[in-house]
DNA sequence: GCAAATTAATGATTTATTCAAG
DNA sequence: CTTGAATAAATCATTAATTTGC
């Protein structure tokens, strides 16, 4: 137990900095993959990240509760609430769910996000834990479904699947069509990291669109943050 | 079946937009909701996004074979390959869940990369999905030893539990520390939308940090991308 | 020795579960 | 009870390590 007393005093103290080059252990009796990247072999100052307690910051916390001390409760945003959907935005994503989509990538998520924004507040993984959820509830739902269906069938519907037609009612009423996503559909979604040249013309018209040199090519992207540094 | 044949002529082709104040099935009459956040409530014209096909490039087939002109070694990965993490990587890493570290927040994965990156290419996400990997097969391997230690356990054994103690051998022959780490913990971790003013420092001296209107205070987290677009 | 074939690891995604706000 | 949010488990996919035939 207590590991984590550990943990923390790893991090805050000095805790004699394992420094340099990591002389850790061997990891595999391979080529030392001489690809350092050039870069001068920063020693890597572990006290220079990583401060558990300077974590997160809930700024704007309401009359600052949170004693000094006390509970790092962290959490509890600050407004922070959770996202709460407005009519229009359930409209759209449900459209685009009916139409197909169950998981958009970081290039959808964007412009569903744009566009959704124009009706509410909204994040972009809003968007994403949205149709994770609605494609999981949806399944669920029709299993259910399918399995009373055959479980207490009065005996009289045919013991034999009966598969269900592929039209069946959603939560708010709306026939919606069956979807058989099948699970583990599998096929590796690439990570394409530049701002949609395609669809720009759609954002915005072929202004200057700050090229930057790719330095804010930063992407969106399924499951997970990420700053595009090349 | 074939539901996809729909799905993708309702992006790609006509199809009869939808077009306009999403017609789309009666969503519920309800209160437009005035805050549609004071921009004019555009018709959301569905055909301004998701074009599905223009997603994964995957350039650079195998047999291109490194065109001549040198290596830019760096993007090494034109048409994207997955990261390969170097030694120097791979310990800081262990070193940093040896400390304890399991699920780093957005800060912390931030950070982690930056040091990283010092060792070669690397990105946020690399880092996160190291955790939950790392994480995943720990335990898996913990519970594999466990279960086998009490399973043929020659007779000899006690038969009563013998929770093993909190050392044990790490496949590379490594003594590490038994995590208990409990499987689900949960606590909700805040999402902290700005530069992290406090390692600040860390990452650059107070340097003009191009304060760019926090326009790009874009955000790394746990489970997924996003633009702080508030 | 070396390259194709095979296997072991592990990076990257998706699905299943769980937690908790409202 | 519904559902947004987050984590864990399952699994797919690619790369490296290893083996094998020459």
Redesign the interface.
């Known amino acids: 137990?207590k590991?984590?007393q550990?943990?923390?005093g790893?991090?805050d103290q000095q805790h004699e900095p394992?420094s340099l080059?990591?002389g850790?252990?061997?990891?595999r009796p391979l080529a030392?993959?001489l690809?350092?990247?050039g870069?001068d072999?920063?020693p890597?100052d572990?006290k220079?990240?990583?401060?558990p307690e300077?974590?997160?910051?809930?700024?704007g916390s309401p009359d600052d509760k949170r004693e000094p001390a006390a509970i790092h409760q962290?959490?509890?945003?600050?407004g922070?609430t959770r996202w709460n959907p407005?009519?229009?935005q359930?409209?759209?994503l449900?459209?685009?769910y009916r139409?197909?989509?169950r998981t958009?990538?970081?290039?959808?998520?964007?412009?569903?996000?744009?566009?959704l924004?124009?009706?509410?507040?909204i994040?972009?993984?809003n968007v994403?834990?949205w149709f994770q959820n609605h494609k999981a509830r949806e399944r669920q739902k029709q299993k259910r479904n399918t399995t009373l269906a055959l479980n207490h069938s009065p005996r009289s519907t045919a013991p034999h699947l009966t598969i269900t037609n592929p039209l069946t009612q959603d939560i708010?009423g709306?026939v919606i069509?069956r979807?058989?996503d099948s699970p583990y559909k599998r096929k590796c979604?690439?990570?394409?990291?530049e701002w949609?040249e395609?669809?720009k013309k759609?954002c915005r018209s072929s202004e200057e669109v700050e090229e930057e040199e790719g330095d804010?090519t930063?992407?969106?992207?399924?499951?997970?943050?990420?700053?595009?540094?090349?």
């Open positions: 137990m590991v984590h550990f943990a923390r790893f991090w394992p080059t990591l850790c252990k061997r990891l030392p993959k690809q350092t990247s870069t072999t920063a890597f572990l220079s990240f990583i401060r300077s974590g997160p910051r809930k700024l962290v959490e509890t945003h600050p922070g407005t009519q229009e359930i409209g759209i449900e459209m685009l139409g197909g989509m958009p990538n970081a290039q959808q998520i964007e412009q569903i996000t744009a566009q924004g124009k009706y509410g507040k994040e972009g993984k994403f834990y708010r709306e069509r979807e058989e979604r690439s990570w394409t990291f949609l395609e669809e759609y804010r930063l992407e969106l992207f399924p499951l997970h943050p990420e700053i595009n540094r090349s």
